[in-house]
């Protein structure tokens, strides 16, 4: 293969050992993906979860609300990015915001499933036990979604990742994977665009396997995933 287009092994990873402990290499790069993907997750996750329980055990909620969150999640976020450049300004605001809009109706989606798994039956008998408000709310509704809110979460977060990345190879900044990778195929720097690659597969690989370790202790009474 030509090396132009298709790094060695040995070239790829000789740019990722150098490009990662450079001042303002591949390292930093990482740095500011990862902060910008979780910023996205995190908000996304603390919008979405209660927004999914609303919708999974409230029927008009439901009603009213699917078809505008089917519809939002349609939408490619990456065409609406310039209107989230035109909203939130060039800095780090709108490159967060695209992935909170993406991972935002993912996280609804996946919450709203794990309480309608859970069907009425559960709800109201604990109705007609009485319980105190606090109660139907973890019993109800948090505990029997956890499984798919943290199933959502999982997804979320690697949706997060990529997008962050795809914002930025459209959008001018100074630092990030995304950035890197363009600047480097645009100016034939094939190792380091593979290191760069590498590096972002790395990294997500690591965050799966951190959710991952994390389902059991959450949710104990889950049989454990092979």
Known sequence: MDPLFLASPRATFAAL????????GLGWDLVYTLLRALG?????????????????????ARRLL???????????ATALFPVFLLAFGGGEASKVAVAIFVCLWAM????ASGVMITGETRRFLLRQHKVTRSQ????????PALPNILGGMRATLSLAFVITIGVEMLVGTKLGLGHSIYVAQTT??????YAAVVLAAIAGIIL????LLLIPLVVRWEAPQR
Do not use: E, K, W
């Open 136 to 143: 139907f709310f973890l019993d109800g509704l948090l505990y």
């Open 188 to 193: 034939y720097q094939i190792p380091t665009m």
């Open 66 to 76: 699917s078809s505008l969150i089917d519809g939002l999640r349609s939408m490619p």
């Open 40 to 60: 996205g997750f995190c908000i996304a996750s603390i919008l979405g979860v209660p927004l999914g329980l609303l919708l999974g055990g409230n029927s008009l």
């Open 17 to 24: 050992r150098s490009g990662f402990f450079q001042p303002l």
């Open 208 to 211: 799966n396997r951190l959710l």
């Open 108 to 111: 609804v989606i996946y919450t």
